[in-house]
C-alpha cells in the first residue's frame, strides 16, 4: 500500500509587524520630543537640510523617487546597450520582479522613519544648549552644561598623564595624516543616506533592510539620549588652542567643517538666529557608531570579503580620526561603540534575527522570494 507523504508546504510571506512597531515607535518617539521640545523653549522645529529640494512634502516623494530611479536607471543603461526598444521591456521586467510590494513598503517605510528620526536629532541636538543649560546661565547670556572638564581628565587618566591628541600627533605628525583623516572623516556625511538607500533597495532579504533601517533610527536616538545624558563641546571646541593654534594641524576640510558649526553654534546661543541649528553636542560619538553598525551589517549580511575590509578600516580611522581631530574624547568612541552594538542586536532581534554565535547570524523570517535559512 501506498504511502502518502505530506508535501512540503511553501514558505509565505513574512509579517512585519514587529519590525513596524520599532521602527516607526522609534520614530514617532523622537518626532514627539523634537516637538515638545520645539513648543516648551518657543523655538520653531526646523528642516536642518531645508534648502535642500524644497520642504518636506516636496522632498520625500523626491526622495522615494530618487531610490527608484538610482535602481532602475543604471541597471536600464547597462542592458540596453543603447538600444532604445529594450528600455520598456527591461523597466517592466525590473518593476514586476524587483519592486513588489513587500520592497516598496521597506523603501517608503524606512525613508519615512529615518528621514523623521534624523530631522529630529538635529533639532533635538540643536535644542541641547537651552534645556541643559549651566546653572549661572541666563536668557541674556545663554551658558551650556558641559562635562568637557570631566571628560578631559578621563582621557589623561586613560593615557596616563598624556592628552591622547598630543600621543596622535606626535605618531602621526600635524599635516600628511590630517590631509588622509579629513575624507575620512568628512564622507560620513553622504555615507549615510547611501548607505541606507542601499540596503533598503537592494538587500537580498527584505529582513535585512529592516534591520538596517531600525538598527540606524535606534542608534541616532541612543545617541540623541546620551548629548542630554552627558553634554559636551568636544576637547577641539572645548581647547582649540591643542589643536589648531600655532604649530596646530594642518588646514583641511575638517578645519572648515568646525569653524561652520562653531560659528552657527554662536549665532544660535548669541545672535538670536533661530533659523539655524546648533550642530554641536556630545558625549557619544555618532561618527564611531554609525561606522561601526555599517561595519556590523557588512560583516553579518554581505558575502564580499573585500567589502568587508573597507568598511571595518573605514570604522578604524574614523575612530582615530575624531581624536585625531578633537571631535570626541575616548569616552565618547567607547560610548559610540557600544550605541552601534546595542542597535545592531536589538535591530536584528526586531527584525527576527537569529544570532548563533559572534560571528554568524540568519534570519527566522521570510519574504516572498528569500525562504528562511534552515537552522
Same mark, same amino acid.
Given at each position: 500500500?501506498?504511502?502518502?507523504?505530506?508535501?512540503?508546504?511553501?514558505?509565505?510571506?513574512?509579517?512585519?509587524?514587529?519590525?513596524?512597531?520599532?521602527?516607526?515607535?522609534?520614530?514617532?518617539?523622537?518626532?514627539?520630543?523634537?516637538?515638545?521640545?520645539?513648543?516648551?523653549?518657543?523655538?520653531?522645529?526646523?528642516?536642518?537640510?531645508?534648502?535642500?529640494?524644497?520642504?518636506?512634502?516636496?522632498? #520625500?516623494?523626491?526622495?522615494?523617487?530618487?531610490? %527608484?530611479? *538610482?535602481?532602475? +536607471?543604471? @541597471? !536600464?543603461? $547597462?542592458?540596453?546597450?543603447? /538600444?532604445?526598444?529594450?528600455?520598456?521591456?527591461?523597466?517592466?521586467?525590473?518593476?514586476?520582479?524587483?519592486?513588489?510590494?513587500?520592497?516598496?513598503?521597506?523603501?517608503?517605510?524606512?525613508?519615512?522613519?529615518?528621514?523623521?528620526?534624523?530631522?529630529?536629532?538635529?533639532?533635538?541636538?540643536?535644542?541641547?544648549?537651552?534645556?541643559?543649560?549651566?546653572?549661572?546661565?541666563?536668557?541674556?547670556?545663554?551658558?551650556?552644561?558641559?562635562?568637557?572638564?570631566?571628560?578631559?581628565?578621563?582621557?589623561?587618566?586613560?593615557?596616563?598623564?598624556?592628552?591622547?591628541?598630543?600621543?596622535?600627533?606626535?605618531?602621526?605628525?600635524?599635516?600628511?595624516?590630517?590631509?588622509? #583623516?579629513?575624507?575620512?572623516?568628512?564622507?560620513? %556625511?553622504? *555615507?549615510?543616506? +547611501?548607505? @541606507? !538607500?542601499? $540596503?533598503?533597495?537592494?538587500? /537580498?532579504?527584505?529582513?535585512?533592510?529592516?534591520?538596517?533601517?531600525?538598527?540606524?533610527?535606534?542608534?541616532?536616538?541612543?545617541?540623541?539620549?546620551?548629548?542630554?545624558?552627558?553634554?559636551?563641546?568636544?576637547?577641539?571646541?572645548?581647547?582649540?588652542?591643542?589643536?589648531?593654534?600655532?604649530?596646530?594641524?594642518?588646514?583641511?576640510?575638517?578645519?572648515?567643517?568646525?569653524?561652520?558649526?562653531?560659528?552657527?553654534?554662536?549665532?544660535?546661543?548669541?545672535?538670536?538666529?533661530?533659523?539655524?541649528?546648533?550642530?554641536?553636542?556630545?558625549?557619544?560619538?555618532?561618527?564611531?557608531?554609525?561606522?561601526?553598525?555599517?561595519?556590523?551589517?557588512?560583516?553579518?549580511? #554581505?558575502?564580499?570579503?573585500?567589502?568587508?575590509?573597507?568598511?571595518?578600516?573605514?570604522?578604524? @580611522? !574614523?575612530?582615530?580620526?575624531?581624536?585625531?581631530?578633537?571631535?570626541?574624547?575616548?569616552?565618547?568612541?567607547?560610548?559610540?561603540?557600544?550605541?552601534?552594538?546595542?542597535?545592531?542586536?536589538?535591530?536584528?532581534?526586531?527584525?527576527?534575527?537569529?544570532?548563533?554565535?559572534?560571528?554568524?547570524?540568519?534570519?527566522?523570517?521570510?519574504?516572498?522570494?528569500?525562504?528562511?535559512?534552515?537552522?
Amino acid at each position: 500500500m501506498a504511502v502518502n507523504q505530506a508535501r512540503p508546504r511553501p514558505q509565505a510571506p513574512t509579517s512585519y509587524r514587529r519590525a513596524y512597531t520599532v521602527l516607526i515607535g522609534t520614530a514617532a518617539i523622537m518626532g514627539g520630543l523634537a516637538i515638545f521640545a520645539a513648543v516648551s523653549l518657543d523655538r520653531p522645529l526646523l528642516d536642518p537640510e531645508g534648502s535642500f529640494l524644497g520642504p518636506s512634502y516636496i522632498r #520625500l516623494p523626491l526622495l522615494l523617487f530618487g531610490a %527608484l530611479l *538610482l535602481d532602475l +536607471l543604471p @541597471l !536600464t543603461i $547597462w542592458k540596453a546597450r543603447g /538600444r532604445a526598444s529594450r528600455v520598456a521591456p527591461i523597466v517592466r521586467h525590473r518593476l514586476r520582479t524587483h519592486w513588489t510590494k513587500e520592497r516598496a513598503t521597506l523603501v517608503a517605510l524606512g525613508v519615512i522613519c529615518f528621514y523623521i528620526t534624523y530631522v529630529s536629532y538635529r533639532n533635538l541636538k540643536s535644542f541641547l544648549p537651552f534645556v541643559r543649560a549651566a546653572d549661572d546661565s541666563t536668557a541674556e547670556t545663554p551658558k551650556a552644561l558641559s562635562y568637557d572638564r570631566e571628560l578631559h581628565l578621563m582621557d589623561k587618566v586613560m593615557f596616563f598623564g598624556h592628552d591622547p591628541s598630543d600621543i596622535l600627533h606626535s605618531l602621526l605628525g600635524k599635516t600628511i595624516t590630517a590631509e588622509i #583623516l579629513s575624507p575620512v572623516y568628512l564622507v560620513f %556625511l553622504p *555615507l549615510v543616506p +547611501l548607505a @541606507l !538607500t542601499a $540596503w533598503l533597495v537592494w538587500s /537580498r532579504n527584505m529582513s535585512y533592510g529592516y534591520w538596517f533601517v531600525t538598527a540606524q533610527c535606534l542608534a541616532w536616538s541612543l545617541g540623541t539620549l546620551s548629548y542630554y545624558l552627558l553634554p559636551t563641546l568636544g576637547p577641539g571646541i572645548w581647547n582649540p588652542s591643542e589643536y589648531y593654534g600655532v604649530d596646530g594641524l594642518a588646514h583641511t576640510g575638517t578645519t572648515d567643517l568646525m569653524n561652520a558649526i562653531v560659528n552657527a553654534r554662536g549665532r544660535v546661543l548669541y545672535g538670536g538666529a533661530t533659523g539655524s541649528v546648533n550642530s554641536i553636542a556630545g558625549f557619544a560619538s555618532l561618527h564611531c557608531a554609525i561606522t561601526l553598525l555599517f561595519a556590523l551589517m557588512v560583516q553579518y549580511t #554581505l558575502r564580499s570579503k573585500l567589502i568587508k575590509w573597507i568598511f571595518w578600516v573605514n570604522f578604524g @580611522l !574614523t575612530v582615530v580620526a575624531t581624536l585625531y581631530f578633537g571631535w570626541h574624547y575616548v569616552a565618547d568612541d567607547i560610548a559610540g561603540i557600544a550605541i552601534a552594538v546595542i542597535a545592531f542586536y536589538v535591530g536584528g532581534l526586531a527584525r527576527g534575527q537569529k544570532f548563533d554565535s559572534l560571528t554568524h547570524t540568519h534570519p527566522t523570517t521570510t519574504t516572498s522570494k528569500v525562504p528562511v535559512d534552515a537552522d
